[in-house]
């Protein structure tokens, strides 16, 4: 299983976080059992036979171009009128022989193992993660030469995939932008075959062309990282400055012109003084990290309290979750929103929870010395704020 160490260490720990990321590719060759049970292929078919997947979620791509979803899903309609489609299997299977790759979006949400490794590598990396699945079983490329809009990172799990990188026209290219990135011309930079076990990051704005040429079927998936841009600095930026009258006020349109060039003035002047706060990146990084929602999981049977019972197992469900002391002996965890304080000898399970991993109630009171009662309230009190699930229903 990919944790948040592992992921550290293929892709260089602090090295990376420093000298790679956002800057440029990076392939890390692995071995295919490190990585093989994220998605096996008969998981990948019990995911597409028992989940009501409708396009463009599920979805073909052949020669860069969409395969109308009526060329291998039928419609359906239950008995109450709800309506979806049914992914046909012999249609399916004959898309694919023709070319068309196959694509299964935030597949993450829909295969624990998947979505474990996905919340790893948030917790590492400190961005919101997506994972889609791509098949292939040609040397057809599914989608073209292209660029995306956001970082990758790609986990070669069967077969082989050939990757074209031409690197990018446009520096930062975003999914909101004054002009697109031109398309690129010679060879390629790097031409590379991805294995199973590799892994290939790859930053926004970097095109590149991916086909199966080499006579297996290839299995791959592609973890999306969240892109967190100037502009959005500036929004969160001016969301804390709602406090100060001058950006209250209602904007003088009408005024005299001196009037209006004052008035910008003020607001140019409170959002300098802002900016040159010291750590100021400090709080929007630790506001981005508590405020996201995290992955949001019932707790059934537990709709209450989580009962003391030292086999019930749980874990926090926000990969980017502070813990912080107060001067007044508590401790504070922020997440999804919301921060609780507690009493200081809570400190050592809530690291614990912090890590990441389930664990068991049981084992979060022994390693916290305290009584499991105490351990199941303050489970509770996450459990109901949205930012712990039970995991392992022991009844």
């Known amino acids: 299983m990919i944790d948040t160490a592992s992921w550290a260490e293929r892709l260089g720990g602090v090295e990376f976080l ?37 396009p463009p979620r599920l979805r073909l791509s052949q020669g860069g171009e969409p395969v109308h979803h009526h060329r291998y899903t039928q419609p359906e ?35 624990p193992p998947i979505g474990a490794a996905a919340e790893s590598l948030e917790r590492f990396l400190c961005t919101p993660v997506q994972v889609n699945a791509y098949a292939s079983w040609t040397a057809e490329e599914g989608f073209g030469t292209h660029w995306d809009d956001h970082d990758v990172v790609v986990v070669q799990l069967y077969g082989a995939k050939r990757w074209r990188l031409y690197g990018p026209t446009r520096q930062a290219p975003a999914w909101r932008d004054t002009e697109a990135p031109a398309a690129p011309e010679g060879p390629p930079l790097v031409d590379a075959v991805l294995k199973a076990g590799d892994i290939l990051y790859l930053p926004r704005g970097w095109w590149h062309a991916v086909s199966a040429d080499q006579g297996t079927p290839s299995l791959h998936l592609t973890f999306g990282l969240g892109t967190r841009i100037g502009a959005d600095f500036l929004n969160w930026a001016v969301d804390q400055l709602r406090s100060r009258l001058a950006f209250r006020l209602d904007v003088p349109r009408f005024a005299p012109v001196e009037d209006q060039a004052a008035y910008v003035a003020q607001l140019g002047k409170e959002l300098a003084a802002l900016l040159d706060e010291p750590g100021i990146l400090g709080q929007w990084a630790r506001s981005m990290d508590t405020t996201h929602p995290g992955r949001h999981r019932p707790s059934l049977p537990y709709v209450t309290d989580v009962p003391a019972n030292p086999f019930v197992t749980v874990r926090l469900t926000c990969p ?31 690291e614990l929870l912090v890590a990441g991993q389930p664990i068991d109630l049981g084992d979060l009171a022994e390693w916290a010395a305290l009584p499991l009662e105490d351990v199941a309230a303050v489970v509770s009190v996450l459990v109901k704020g949205q930012a712990a699930a039970v995991v392992g229903a022991a009844l």
């Open 77 to 111: 309609t239950t008995r109450r009128g709800v309506a979806w489609r049914r992914v046909q299997a012999a249609a399916l299977h004959d898309r694919l022989a023709e070319g068309a790759s196959l694509v299964v979006d935030a597949i993450d949400e829909m295969h």
């Open 18 to 54: 420093t000298q790679t990321l956002f800057r440029s590719h990076k392939i890390v060759p692995g071995d295919a059992d490190d990585v093989r049970d994220l998605l096996t292929w008969d998981a990948l078919n019990h995911v597409l036979a028992s989940h009501r997947i409708d």
């Open 320 to 350: 980017r979750a502070r813990l912080a002391d107060g001067e007044d002996g508590t401790v504070t965890l922020a997440a999804a929103g919301t921060a609780w304080d507690f009493a200081a000898p809570a400190r050592p399970l809530l």
